[in-house]
């Protein structure tokens, strides 16, 4: 069974890059059509897909957040990388990873995708 588990710090300071690992255990990144999701939920507010890689390592991206996203991965390690630059307050959530069967919509994933516990990351100087 496929688990996952997101670690990272818990605090950046504003304009600094937030980079979040994700491990992932009992099944490989680079096989099956798993795509692996970074989202994210503010508090108070919805979930936000942040973007995904797939196992050839191509990479996708939310137009809002393209700009300052990158996802990586670490084969020999089977884990995935979120970095997210220029941070603000606004960008405080709880990050989760996560993977769904294919490219999906932010709904399914909710709903069938296999997710980390989230892990919580504060802005602040």
């Known amino acids: 069974q496929v688990q996952l588990q997101e670690s990272g710090p818990g605090l950046v300071r504003p304009s600094q890059t937030l980079s979040l690992t994700c491990t992932v255990s009992?099944?490989?990144?680079?096989?099956?059509?798993?795509?692996w999701n970074w989202i994210r939920q503010p508090p108070g507010k919805g979930l936000e897909w942040m973007g995904a890689i797939f196992r050839s390592g191509s990479t996708y991206y939310s137009p809002s957040l393209k700009s300052r996203t990158s996802i990586s991965r670490d084969t020999s390690k089977n884990q995935f990388t979120l970095q997210l630059r220029s941070v603000t307050p606004e960008d405080a959530a709880v990050y989760y990873c996560?993977?769904?069967?294919?490219?999906?919509?932010?709904?399914?994933?909710?709903?069938?995708?296999?997710w980390g516990q989230g892990t919580q990351v504060t802005v602040s100087s």
């Open positions: 009992g099944g490989s990144i680079t096989t099956d059509y798993n795509y």
């Open positions: 996560a993977r769904s069967n294919g490219f999906k919509t932010m709904g399914w994933i909710r709903e069938y995708g296999t």
